[in-house]
């Protein structure tokens, strides 16, 4: 885990502590922590002042983390699986396992918590969104159905609206404490992703990536920036359901997927140039010798 200088654009300490890839981060809102969940079975928390890691969360069977999310005063944690579709709690400041909430049938990818309450909402793979009375361990409202797999999801910073994203790049908005969906924002398009060095066919006929992975409202709640596997990040305007416009974050051909088209001179019978091991063999520098 390595946390970086947003002005200088430099990583001033890096966290080794995690045996396998991280998948989720979080910041306390205080600025003194941050917490960061892993396919290694632990969320971690980190002491931004003296560079140490002061706790780490475990459960009592062995998981794989994939999301993460921390209660605005900064006491609970929760973290989502990927195998048995269960949301741990924590106390931040025990470290205890409090309770598990149960009820998704896919891998829980999205979490967080409302801003203005103690109301956690949770994403799944099994085309709902949930939302929860961590101290209760209780479901709010029925779950929000969708048609799709439901990759992350955003409160509004007011906690009167909460978006979702799903596997084929349409935004949701939602009243969180009605369930009533408010509308919707086709997005495929919108993010339009390049063509990679293995795909088989054009970016434009591709259906892979067009998804968004990472939604954010705005300070006021007036906009949502929405970006997944495409060089572009997305900005809606929320209450038109309008793109407003589209940030390239990068132009590095040194990544994947950047370049809208491929040169084919690059392309042979046996596959893409760059694919291709084109140095010596040990059985052919035997033959020349």
Known sequence: LKVWNVAGGSAFVTFKDHTAPVTAVHFLASGTAVLSASLDGTVRAYDLVRYR????????????????????????????????????????RTGRLLD???????????????????????????CTVRTWDVFEAKGLVEPLRHTHDVLTLAYRPDGKQLCSSTLDGQLFFWDPMDGVCQGSIEGRRDIAPGRKVRDRVTAANNSSG???TSICYSADGAYLLAGGASK?????????RVLLRRFQITSSRALDGVLDQLNSKNMTDAGPLQLLDTAPSDDEDEIVG
């Open 53 to 92: 890691n002061f706790r780490t969360f475990t459960s009592p069977e062995p998981q794989q983390f994939v999301s993460l999310a921390v209660d605005p005063s900064g006491e609970i944690v929760c973290a989502g699986t990927l195998d048995s579709f269960e949301i741990l709690v924590w106390s931040l």
């Open 232 to 240: 572009y990040v997305c900005m809606y305007d929320v209450a038109d």
């Open 210 to 212: 067009r998804c968004f």
């Open 100 to 126: 598990v909430l149960t009820g998704h049938q896919g891998p829980v990818y999205g979490l967080a918590f409302s801003p203005t309450a103690t109301v956690l909402a949770s994403s799944s793979w099994d």
